[in-house]
């Protein structure tokens, strides 16, 4: 079977996600940062949480302390958020305590998108819409930071596997990108900018499948696991 294609029998072939340890294992994706629209964008991604006792990023990409994006999980409060802080006014959109993800043994599809010009920032949870906040900040800068499963700044690792990230210049819908419940291809929705399979079964290298040629780096040797979507 071909990594990250259709298979023979027209399904999308997953074969690989990555498993980190939750304490010191990660991606760096700063060629990606660059690339990202502070004011109008999507993150997806397909993850499976272990237990937590602190927050544990998914994505953040960061300007400076008063511009950054973040898609993460807050341990002591029991929720996913979605976190848009533009010129220094920090807002979130929040998957509620009452959807339980934290080692509930599934992957799930965690959705952000943010639109300054909607004044909109949702959060997206199995393609339903979950959260959505408005009064947002007017991002400033250029994006130079971009890790996967952690938060330079504080550690925040993620705990549990990760698959299928990607990211837009524009707002996607979500029912496109949890798709019945399952991973399909994204190549060729207008506005992709990174597009992280992780596919590749062995090595230090995510391969970006964009296009950009957005390539990340493991960090610590997250181990790559057929336990997927």
């Given at each position: 079977?071909?990594?990250?294609?259709?298979?023979?029998?027209?399904?999308?072939?997953?074969?690989?996600?990555?498993?980190?340890?939750?304490?010191?294992?990660?991606?760096?994706?700063?060629?990606?940062?660059?690339?990202?629209?502070?004011?109008?964008?999507?993150?997806?991604?397909?993850?499976?949480?272990?237990?937590?006792?602190?927050?544990?990023?998914?994505?953040?990409?960061?300007?400076?302390?008063?511009?950054?994006?973040?898609?993460?999980?807050?341990?002591?409060?029991?929720?996913?958020?979605?976190?848009?802080?533009?010129?220094?006014?920090?807002?979130s959109?929040?998957?509620?305590?009452?959807?339980?993800?934290?080692?509930?043994?599934?992957?799930?599809?965690?959705?952000?998108?943010?639109?300054?010009?909607?004044?909109?920032?949702?959060?997206?949870?199995?393609?339903?819409?979950?959260?959505?906040?408005?009064?947002?900040?007017?991002?400033?800068?250029?994006?130079?930071?971009a890790?996967?499963?952690?938060?330079?700044s504080?550690?925040?690792?993620?705990?549990?596997?990760?698959?299928?990230?990607?990211?837009?210049?524009?707002?996607?819908?979500?029912?496109?990108?949890?798709?019945?419940?399952?991973?399909?291809?994204?190549?060729?929705?207008?506005?992709?900018?990174?597009?992280?399979?992780?596919?590749?079964?062995?090595?230090?290298?995510?391969?970006?499948?964009s296009?950009?040629?957005?390539?990340g780096?493991?960090?610590?040797?997250?181990?790559?696991?057929?336990?997927?979507?």
């Open positions: 079977m071909k990594l990250g294609v259709t298979s023979n029998n027209g399904i999308y072939a997953n074969n690989y996600s990555l498993d980190f340890n939750g304490s010191t294992q990660s991606i760096t994706v700063d060629t990606l940062a660059g690339d990202i629209n502070g004011a109008l964008g999507t993150i997806s991604c397909w993850c499976k949480l272990d237990t937590v006792s602190t927050s544990a990023h998914i994505l953040r990409a960061k300007v400076d302390s008063n511009n950054i994006l973040v898609l993460f999980y807050h341990a002591s409060s029991n929720e996913f958020r979605a976190l848009h802080k533009g010129g220094g006014t920090t807002k959109a929040v998957i509620a305590s009452g959807d339980t993800i934290e080692n509930d043994g599934n992957f799930h599809n965690i959705v952000m998108t943010w639109s300054e010009a909607a004044d909109e920032l949702k959060i997206y949870l199995d393609g339903t819409l979950k959260a959505t906040t408005g009064s947002l900040g007017t991002f400033s800068g250029t994006l130079t930071e890790d996967i499963a952690q938060n330079l504080n550690g925040a690792y993620w705990n549990g596997k990760i698959s299928e990230v990607a990211v837009f210049t524009q707002v996607v819908s979500a029912t496109t990108l949890y798709s019945g419940g399952n991973p399909s291809d994204l190549t060729g929705i207008t506005g992709l900018v990174g597009y992280y399979k992780f596919e590749e079964g062995s090595g230090t290298s995510a391969i970006d499948s296009g950009l040629a957005n390539t780096t493991l960090v610590n040797a997250p181990t790559y696991t057929t336990d997927t979507p």
